[in-house]
Structures are given as C-alpha cells and as structure tokens.
C-alpha cells in the first residue's frame, strides 16, 4: 500500500508556457499533500503544504501566484508551474499522508524532472 | 527551527566494508526520523522509520538507531555492495506538525 504517483515523469517546455504536474495517492486518501524542489546534488526543499479543500501554505520564499498548487480532492494534488523559465528548472517531487494508519509518514512521488528551455 | 546535518556530504568505499552515515539535529523534540535512498534523478525509497520512542530499527544490512538526547541518528549498512551505491537522506518530523526537514545528504559511491 501507499503508493503515491506523479505525472509527466519528465516535461520539456518553451519559457513563458505554463506547465502541470499531477501528484495522485492511488491506495489512500492523502488529507495532506506536499510539494518539494530539489536542485542537482541538493537535499528537497519544501516548497507548500496542502490540504485537501483548503488553500496551500507556502513556505518563505516560495512565490504563490508563480507555483500554483491545488488539492480538490483526497487522491489528487496539482502544481502548475506558472510562465516557466529557465531557473525553474527542477527536479519536483510530491509526497502525502493520510489519516489512520497513512498518518504517521509521508510517502513520496517519484519525481518530475522540468527543464525548461 | 530544526536543522539537520548529514556528515561525510560524500563517501566512498570498497565493496564488503562496513559503514556508518551520521545524521545530527538540534530540536530533540521529534515526532519521528526516517531514513531515505535516492538513486540519480529518481524519487525517496524509504529505507527505515524510527519512531521518537525507539532507539533502532532494523531492515536486512540495515540498522538505523537514534539518540534523542545527544541529537543523533545513525544508518549502519553492513558489506556494502555497489547496489548500495546512492544518496541517502535523513529526514525529521517535529511534534509540531507534519512536515519534515531534511539533512543535505550522503552520497554514497561503493566501487566493486
């Protein structure tokens, strides 16, 4: 159990364009969703915290209108990364916890690779 | 505010040796600590979960133990194999919440 997908694995897009990615919890309901960028040869750096029907809390530094993050449901979390450019090119991952017996971890995504060019 | 330090950033060993990787944090009051691999441009494979009231757990050649009062945790991998060869991270969850901090990581090369 606790299997946590993302979606593309990889997207290549022009600057300015606007890009999604999708962040599912497939075997539990996720009440909390995280988002987190890693840079090359960095640790993850989070970026928002989400529950399900509530607005995401951004950490410092993190601009909210450029990294949209959306979590309607309790499977489905999105970020869409807003007129892309080339510094937001970045690993990001998502990861998840639920209620009951998913409650005491998070269980991670594997990964968008966004390049921007 | 918690932060968490992961020494050597870089190690690298041959094939059959023993290890340890240290991870060291300063707000004792933790929820949890959890131990993650990544391989290059992939996501976290948790390796082992320590609750705040144990002292270690153990998973195959893995045994991971943790001192709340001195502010450490261990990862011993016992005969590494160059399979083994990966960053691993430790990452921290505080009473106060839900999230986890993350130390900067081991990168972990063992040569055959």
């Known amino acids: 159990g606790a299997v946590v997908s993302q979606h593309p694995s990889r997207v290549i897009c022009k600057s300015g364009t606007s890009v999604k990615i999708e962040c599912r919890s497939l075997d539990f309901q996720a009440t909390t969703m995280f988002w987190y960028r890693q840079f090359p040869k960095k640790s993850l750096m989070l970026m928002a915290t989400?529950?399900?029907?509530?607005?995401?809390?951004?950490e410092q530094g993190v601009e909210k209108d450029k990294f949209l993050i959306n979590h309607a449901s309790l499977t489905l979390s999105t970020l869409t990364v807003t007129s892309a450019h080339p510094e937001d090119s970045s690993f990001y991952i998502c990861s998840a916890s639920g209620t009951g017996g998913f409650h005491n971890e998070q269980f991670f995504g594997p990964g968008t690779r966004l390049t921007v060019l | 505010k918690q932060e968490v330090t992961q020494i050597p950033a870089a190690l690298s060993v041959p094939e059959g040796e023993n290890l340890v990787l240290n991870c060291s944090f300063t707000d004792s009051a933790i929820y949890n600590l959890q131990w993650f691999r990544q391989d290059p441009g992939k996501g976290l494979t948790s390796l082992l979960l320590i609750q705040s009231s144990q002292r270690e757990q153990t998973s195959g050649r893995l045994n991971a133990s943790l001192d709340k009062s001195s502010g450490r945790s261990t990862l011993y991998i016992a005969a590494s194999q160059p399979g083994d060869s990966a960053t691993y991270l430790c990452?921290?969850?505080?009473?106060?919440?839900?999230?986890?901090?993350f130390g900067g990581g081991t990168r972990l090369m063992v040569k055959p």
């Open positions: 989400s529950n399900e029907g509530s607005k995401a809390t951004y």
């Open positions: 990452a921290l969850r505080n009473n106060a919440g839900n999230m986890l901090t």
